[in-house]
């Protein structure tokens, strides 16, 4: 590593600044780990930041990388990406006219951002495409509301959550206490709608969990290391009060949302329906 280091700065046709050295380094460190470990760079926590507090400007799309492309973990409902056609699993092949194989993910966030009524234009590979098709999106300010009900009949209450934000495990409690204060004898039901929501704050998906199961594991994680190892149990308290949950999943159900579901599947406590997520 050294001597590459010391060629670069050396030899290199023009002077590259030692952060951007070593942080490209640290970059393709992990990326040869596993496709979900990365480097958050100051820039990318802000913009995490940004996106769980549920408000900004942009395209509304949850993204990853693939294979050195812009993969779509998640549209978000209602946002302009959603409107347009884009779908979960979508690769993102160009921005406007930048290519964006071994684009760096803030770099592609950031020029996907920008001022509310801008257009920008994505060049989408897809299963069922004969050739990459192009997607003009118009920008705007992207507000989230993490979590929306209503009832589909007397007695069968309905959650859907889009997103993991902070506080989405206060409002899920909250949406299910108004669905059974709507139904005269309680409810006797709940669909729980996870579909195309790509996750988000953890503790969040441990709250939701935890308004439902009454006990036993909601996620655990193990490591090498004494402080990698968690588990995060659930309280003997139940919203819903037994009555029976089926969970909605799809392709576009990742990270958090992937514990709420296996963790109630865990537990006994719901049947999880859709597709792999």
Do not use: C, W
Not at 105 to 112: G, I, N, S
Not at 229 to 243: C, K
């Amino acid at each position: 590593f050294s001597e590459v280091y010391s060629q670069v700065k050396s030899n290199y046709v023009e002077d590259v600044p030692d952060k951007k050295l070593i942080e490209g380094a640290i970059n393709g460190m992990l990326r040869t780990l596993d496709p979900h470990s990365s480097y958050l760079s100051k820039d990318m926590l802000k913009e995490m930041q940004v996106e769980t507090e549920g408000k900004f400007g942009g395209l509304g799309i949850e993204v990853t990388t693939e294979n050195g492309f812009i993969k779509v973990v998640s549209p978000i409902e209602g946002t302009p990406a959603d409107k347009a056609g884009l779908e979960a699993g979508d690769l993102i092949v160009r921005i406007d006219d930048a290519p964006t194989k071994d684009m760096n993910l803030m770099d592609a966030v950031k020029q996907m951002r920008g001022e509310p009524g801008t257009d920008i234009q994505l060049t989408v590979v897809r299963e069922g495409f004969d050739k990459p098709r192009k997607f003009t999106i118009t920008r705007d300010i992207i507000r989230i509301e993490s979590v929306k009900s209503r009832m589909l009949e007397p007695g069968l209450g309905y959650v859907r959550i889009t997103q993991f934000q902070q506080d989405t495990g206060n409002k899920t409690r909250e949406a299910v206490a108004d669905l059974s204060d709507q139904a005269e004898d309680g409810l006797e039901g709940l669909v729980l709608d996870l579909r195309n929501n790509p996750g988000g704050v953890l503790s969040a998906a441990v709250e939701v969990a935890d308004a439902f199961v009454t006990k036993g594991k909601v996620v655990y994680t193990e490591g090498r290391q004494k402080s990698s190892r968690m588990t995060l149990r659930s309280n003997p308290d139940d919203v819903l009060n037994g009555a029976p949950i089926v969970v909605l999943v799809n392709g576009g159900s990742a990270s958090a949302s992937e514990i709420v579901a296996g963790a109630l599947q865990d537990q006994d406590r719901g049947i999880v329906v859709g597709t792999s997520s």
